[in-house]
């Protein structure tokens, strides 16, 4: 027997580009929402163009917008309709997709919705019960609300990269543009909170979502620290305050690390035992949490030192083994392989009509009787304009003909004559 999943029946027309809004999106179609992904021929995601191209096996193909593995990984279990929203004809279809849907999500900046006649205003006027989730950089309110970021440039605002380096160094991105899947699962949950209102009282609302802030939660400990006592905690480098000792030592083999762990004395006595080193529990300069603080950096040496004769894998395994907090750092060809996450289905195989059988990671849960998974690959550009457009608004084959001859639907970008997009929305 199927079973219903839980967003089963909700239908969201997904505005969504880059990382953030598109993987808010590909949760919800996870969770059974039918998420319509919304772009036009001239301002598509610019993943598709601009974006460094991941492509199967480095190969961009003669219609490489729809390869990108980026927009595939985040855009699964979605339906694609291309829609020109600066055209009358565009606007006009668009409203009345959001007469027949619950949800509107979008990250352009402030300025763009209103600018397109398209603000939560116009949009509850034709649609009491719509939700407009608006994931902007800076929020919709706010001195700073008309200010346009990436993720990388969030990781400073929120406070990130204040704390990532050393004491004694500059400070340091982690590498990645941490705040965009941070914004995607928490604009996720704001949605559920917005339908649960939408239930009790019949009406929708508009979330209005900073992803500064919610980058700025992962600091929050530094955060209520400086409320409370004025004083700004210090960078760590890979220390873990309050416990000792924690940090990232080397393992056998080149670029082979694990970090550990200890928060108390028990622990230590546990490490100790693991190390085959009992005498050093009595050891005077590391009988106690002040002790090992005190001398951190001679401990850190002697465990270092015992680290590096072991392979990663096994050291996790004897220190897990013997009660120690401890994880190995592993690469991306170690995470794809690793048999603790193929044993839980994390990695998902896809058959995708244009990249080919790929595979993609999943989500970090799980539903006892709502089996989640990929139902379908992500969609090609404008692969249902003729489903969605017939299904939801009953339109034959001769107005779907016009526009797609007057180019406000279609099937492929409009490039400019550098290989980019059109143009693009900020």
Not at 26 to 43: C, H, L, N, P, T
Not at 308 to 332: C, F, M, R, T, W
Not at 356 to 381: I, K, V
Not at 396 to 410: K, M, N
């Amino acid at each position: 027997m199927n079973r219903p999943l839980p967003l089963e029946g909700i239908r969201i027309l997904d505005l969504g580009q880059f990382w953030a809004a598109p993987s808010a999106g590909r949760a919800w179609a996870d969770a059974g929402a039918d998420v319509i992904k919304v772009e036009s021929q001239a301002r598509p995601d610019p993943l598709r163009i601009q974006a460094r191209g991941i492509y199967p096996d480095h190969q961009a193909g003669e219609d490489h917008w729809n390869r990108s593995g980026m927009v595939n990984e985040r855009n699964r279990n979605k339906r694609s309709l291309t829609l020109d929203l600066t055209h009358p004809r565009g606007h006009e279809i668009f409203m009345r997709l959001v007469n027949v849907s619950d949800v509107v999500s979008q990250n352009y900046s402030r300025r763009v919705m209103p600018s397109l006649g398209l603000d939560y205003e116009t949009l509850a006027a034709a649609n009491p019960q719509i939700i407009m989730v608006s994931i902007l950089s800076q929020g919709l309110e706010g001195p700073e609300s008309d200010y346009v970021s990436y993720g990388q440039n969030l990781e400073q605002l929120g406070g990130i990269s204040y704390f990532s380096g050393y004491p004694d160094d500059w400070n340091h991105t982690v590498g990645f543009a941490l705040p965009d899947p941070l914004a995607g699962v928490t604009a996720a949950f704001s949605l559920l909170a917005a339908l649960r209102h939408r239930e009790r009282t019949g009406r929708g609302l508009h979330v209005d979502f900073s992803q500064r802030e919610a980058a700025s939660l992962v600091v929050g400990d530094a955060l209520v620290e400086y409320s409370l006592t004025g004083a700004s905690p210090r960078r760590l480098g890979n220390h873990e305050p309050g416990a000792f000792p924690s940090g990232c030592y080397p393992c056998a083999g080149e670029d082979r690390w694990i970090t550990l762990s200890v928060r108390n004395d028990q622990d230590w006595g546990r490490l100790c035992r693991a190390m085959l080193r009992p005498a050093l529990v009595d050891d005077p300069r590391f009988m106690t949490l002040i002790a090992r603080k005190r001398h951190s950096d001679e401990l850190d040496a002697v465990i270092s030192e015992w680290t590096a004769q072991y392979e990663h894998h096994a050291l996790l395994a004897l220190l897990q083994d013997n009660g120690i907090s401890a994880g190995a750092l592993l690469n991306p060809r170690e995470l794809f392989q690793d048999p603790h996450l193929r044993t839980r289905g994390f990695w998902e195989r896809v058959e995708d009509p244009s990249a080919g059988t790929q595979e993609y990671y999943g989500r970090g849960y799980r539903l006892s009787l709502a089996p989640l998974g990929t139902r379908a690959p992500a969609p090609t550009l404008g692969q249902h304009n003729r489903e969605i457009l017939g299904e939801l608004l009953g339109m034959g084959t001769d107005e779907f003909e016009e526009l797609e001859r007057g180019g406000v639907i279609g099937t492929r970008p409009l490039l400019s004559e550098s290989g980019g997009m059109a143009g693009s929305r900020r």
